[in-house]
């Protein structure tokens, strides 16, 4: 049986959780100082301090450590003052040191120099309503631009050497959106059978130059290693000219076929692209517990897989998708809180910095549910970005009800399950110090539906499960925008009941409301199940493309 998309295992009650108030970014402080280093430098060193959310009780900064200048800065460290009532709480990518109210801040070793022109990021939580800081000063010089240290002066060198890294995080180089922001598709190893969807139609469809990354779902853990999914899929079967990105039939001693060819062709033609393999899913994710027993030795062959000469120019990274660390999927896991942070742990040791290593993990929002079984908060600081799967929170593997859609943006009355929404989960995962700019919101390419149903609005009983094309209760987005039109919206997205069955999914309209709120809350951008499941001129990846702009 082939692995298909996450299905959620059946939750126990739980409270709801508070979501945290929107928004948008405040800038609280562009400053900048002379360089301290060879007199031929130009221009300054910089930093800005950005409020991405504000609670109240608390709020998230991102700060940004800028070169203006022409010369590589080797280190930087940057003082100030928090006002009273103000105190980080969690951080990440930086070394922080304090004294009373005074902050000292240093990059991590592993970032490296700071090449000209050139960004490093950092990011802070702290308590109380947001307040700028005061007395700033990056290398010495005033942090608004000021008189420094004179430019004669040597940029201060270390004495001695900086340890090896255990928890790098890259800072991520790809455009993403004009606002910066990531567009991440799933596709489906096994859609090139029935569904007989092809990377060809990734580019006919217009979505290429949409996206900014691509997951190929899924590669295996088997025996607590990656191992291939399906190697005919994946470097074998043969393409026509007619199937192929490049115009070109394979040919039968072609080195390397499959999709993995054909993703390598995508990936020349639209060069902006990365391209990630995924391993796990709902189906293969019981190896991940012998995984977290030798982490090393399963990073180890996740690198050699990925890295394979026959294909490693086709993958920029890997991505971990357990269903569910120290929690229940289609099997359970006891490896305890941690195991989740030593896998991603030994894949980034191993990847290096300049690989993308990414995670999907749950979107259980509930108090004492699966995201507080894992300490995702430490492993975040490893990973580019973490990907809540914002979906398949309710639908008809209940056969009998109530009908609810499976993935609302926010809670609303009557719903089955606290902390079953989008906004409680990332609530819950702020809060834990995952910093907003690391993750991405979900979107489902497809609804879930129950028969037997007479009530229209949210909250009825049903018989049983919608008949689909592929599976019972469910279907691809672009068959029910025709076949059972949208009657409805609860929760930010919308539902449909035609005849006697009932139906919930995202429409482009429902997409641009939840992009919305995403920008609001400073996150990273979004990602979804999977790329088959929009029309054939890519509706619901514009809506996500255009919302983020």
């Not at 928090?82 to 980080?88: A, D, E, K, M, R």
Request: aromatic share 10%; hydrophobic share 35%; glycine share 12%.
């Amino acid at each position: 049986m082939r692995p298909r998309f996450h299905r959620p295992s059946r939750r126990r009650r739980a409270l709801a959780v508070t979501a945290i108030a929107a928004v948008t970014g405040v800038v609280a402080a562009l400053v900048a100082a002379s360089l301290p280093t060879a007199a031929t430098a130009a221009g300054s060193l910089t930093a800005t301090f950005t409020a991405t959310s504000d609670w109240g009780s608390g709020h998230e900064v991102s700060v940004k450590v800028n070169n203006g200048t022409t010369a590589t800065i080797p280190t930087w460290t940057l003082e100030f003052d928090l006002p009273s009532g103000v105190q980080i709480t969690s951080l990440w990518d930086a070394d922080v040191t304090r004294t009373g109210n005074h902050y000292r801040v240093t990059g991590k070793s592993w970032a490296g120099a700071l090449a000209p022109g050139a960004t490093q990021s950092w990011g802070y939580i702290a308590s109380g309503a947001f307040k700028a800081p005061t007395g700033c000063t990056v290398n010495g010089g005033s942090c608004t631009g000021g008189p420094g240290p004179s430019p004669t002066s040597p940029t201060p060198t270390p004495t001695t050497p900086k340890p090896t890294p255990t928890t790098p995080t890259p800072t991520p180089t790809d455009p993403g959106t004009p606002s910066g922001q990531k567009v991440v598709g799933y596709f489906a190893e096994w859609g090139v059978y029935g569904r007989n969807y092809h990377v060809k139609n990734i580019d006919t469809s217009g979505s290429a130059s949409k996206l900014t990354h691509i997951l190929y779902a899924f590669g295996n853990t088997t025996g607590g290693r990656c191992t291939i999914g399906d190697s005919y899929a994946d470097y074998d079967k043969a393409y026509t000219a007619a199937d192929s990105v490049d115009g070109v039939a394979d040919t039968w001693d072609q080195p390397l076929r499959g999709s993995f060819n054909q993703l390598r062709e995508l990936k020349k033609k639209y060069p902006h692209l990365k391209v990630i393999w995924s391993f796990g899913g709902w189906t293969w994710s019981g190896g991940f517990t012998q995984a977290a027993q030798n982490p090393a030795a399963f990073a180890e062959s996740c690198y050699n897989l990925v890295e394979d000469p026959r294909w490693a120019d086709v993958f920029d990274g890997i991505d971990v998708d357990w269903e569910y660390p120290n929690a229940c999927g289609l099997t359970c896991d006891s490896s305890g809180p941690q195991a989740f942070n030593n896998v991603v742990t030994a894949l980034r040791n191993k990847f290096g910095s300049k690989a993308l290593v990414t995670a999907a993990i749950t979107a259980d929002g509930s108090n004492g549910g699966k995201i507080d079984a894992t300490d995702y908060a430490t492993a975040a600081q490893k990973l580019d970005w973490i990907m809540p799967m914002t979906y398949d929170y309710f639908g008809a593997f209940n056969p009998q009800g109530p009908t609810a859609p499976h993935s609302p943006l926010t809670s609303y009355p009557g719903i089955p399950q606290a902390g079953f929404n989008s906004a409680d989960a990332v609530a819950k995962l702020k809060a834990k110090g995952v910093p907003s700019s690391k993750i991405l919101l979900g979107i489902g390419f497809y609804g879930r539906g129950w028969n037997g149903v007479t009530q229209t609005a949210p909250g009825g009983s049903a018989t049983g499960p919608a008949p689909g094309t592929y599976e019972q209760g469910i279907e691809d987005y672009k068959v029910l925008k025709n076949r059972c039109p949208a009657t409805g919206t609860v929760g930010g997205t919308a539902y449909a009941k035609c005849g006697s069955e009932w139906w919930s999914y995202d429409t482009p309209s429902t997409i641009n409301g939840k992009m919305s709120w995403a920008k609001s809350q400073g996150l990273g951008g979004a990602f979804f199940w999977e790329l088959s499941g929009d029309t054939t001129n890519g509706e619901l990846i514009t809506a996500i493309n255009n919302g983020l702009k």
